[in-house]
């Protein structure tokens, strides 16, 4: 049974990840009173999981909801791609997330170059005496 009320442990797990409202860049409300929102709805299919649930605040949940011509998409890892009726697009990571360094473009792994060498150890003979 896919239920449509995420559960306790999900609410902690997305306002943890999220921290504040995700709809636009900037919008500092915080998780604690945002709403977990159905990326993908669950009436169109849409899971009730950590992979498709975002924090939204009412007014941005709303807006979400009710105006037409907004997209989302989430990934995975819960990176939210917003694209506005206009077609430009925002995206939002959760506080703290990188982008994976060792990934090409396309996804595949690209070998990390060696570490520089770290510098030599000063030579003693060619430290001043203290003055």
């Known amino acids: 049974m896919d239920r449509y009320t995420p559960s ?3 609410r902690r797990w997305i ?15 915080a998780a604690g009173w945002a709403d977990l929102d159905h990326v993908i ?25 009710h105006a037409p ?13 917003v694209t506005t ?13 990188r982008p994976e360094p060792n990934l090409s473009l396309t996804g595949s792994r690209v070998l990390a170059a060696a570490p520089p060498e770290p510098p030599p ?7 001043p005496p203290p003055f």
């Open 69 to 81: 011509g907004w997209s989302y998409a989430i990934t995975p890892d819960g990176v939210l791609s």
């Open 121 to 127: 150890a000063p030579d003693p003979a060619d430290d």
């Open 85 to 97: 009726p206009s077609g430009v697009t925002r995206t939002t990571r959760p506080p703290g997330h």
């Open 15 to 29: 306002e943890t990840r999220d921290r504040t409202c995700r709809r636009h860049p900037g919008c500092a409300n």
């Open 41 to 65: 709805p669950h009436a169109r299919g849409g899971a009730t999981s950590c992979a498709n649930l975002s924090c939204l605040c009412r007014r941005h949940h709303r807006l979400k909801t």
């Open 8 to 10: 306790d442990a999900q």
